[in-house]
């Protein structure tokens, strides 16, 4: 009787195919709102890979510390303080492959605006002398014209305030100022520092008057 003799080949098994790793990408916050004072801002980025990070505009008071990394990195925005009335809005986009994250940052605007004075015509005044008048012309904002402090550097000073008006337009203000003919021969000067409560930076205007320069000849008398 013949023996037949079967051999049985096994079928080895295929590694399955790695399983694809999709494009991911979070931040948190995805949103933030500060005050008008500005600061700095940190948000963590959560990703499958390298990310890259875009303004979706230009924006002149914030700047990102970064604008590519990988994950776990965190990027700092910096902030400058907001010194108008308005709420300031900057949108930027994480971007990792395919995947997105949007990051909102918010810069609140100012309750009102800081007290401020300034000057509206010429800073160094040049005088004759004659007597005279002259008007310094400022612009004061959260200051009332009749709350603008006048000082004169000396304490005997040869110019005299005499008053202060109202401007033609909002805010505006004249200070109006007079000063006698100067009889000597030296030149005068003066400064006027103007300042209100609340107002970090005074005005300060500087007067000249000059003197009469006479010219004077010697005659010579030959015998």
């Not at 999709?22 to 499958?48: L, R, W, Y």
């Not at 510390?65 to 709420?87: C, I, Q």
Request: charged share 25%; aromatic share 8%.
């Amino acid at each position: 009787m013949k023996k037949i003799l079967v051999a049985l080949v096994g079928c080895q098994e295929k590694p399955a195919p790695a399983p694809e790793v999709k494009d991911s990408i979070e931040i948190e916050p995805s949103s933030k709102t500060i005050s008008a004072e500005g600061g700095n801002v940190k948000v963590m980025v959560t990703s499958s890979g390298e990310w890259t990070l875009e303004a979706k505009a230009e924006y002149g008071w914030v700047s990102a510390s970064a604008d590519k990394g990988v994950d776990g990195d965190v990027v700092t925005f910096n902030v400058d303080p907001n010194e108008t009335l308005d709420n300031l809005v900057s949108e930027w986009t994480f971007t990792c492959g395919e995947a997105v994250a949007e990051f909102k940052l918010t810069l609140k605007g100012l309750e009102k605006l800081p007290a401020s004075i300034t000057l509206n015509s010429e800073e160094n005044l040049v005088l004759d002398y004659n007597k005279g008048e002259f008007t310094v012309l400022l612009h004061s904002d959260g200051v009332e014209y009749r709350d603008i402090k006048v000082t004169l550097g000396n304490e005997n000073s040869w110019l005299k305030h005499v008053t202060s008006l109202a401007g033609d337009e909002e805010g505006d203000a004249k200070i109006i100022f007079s000063y006698n003919a100067l009889e000597g021969l030296d030149d005068l000067r003066e400064t006027i520092t103007f300042s209100a409560e609340d107002v970090k930076t005074p005005v300060v205007v500087n007067v000249v008057q000059e003197a009469k320069h006479v010219l004077s000849t010697e005659k010579e008398f030959y015998t």
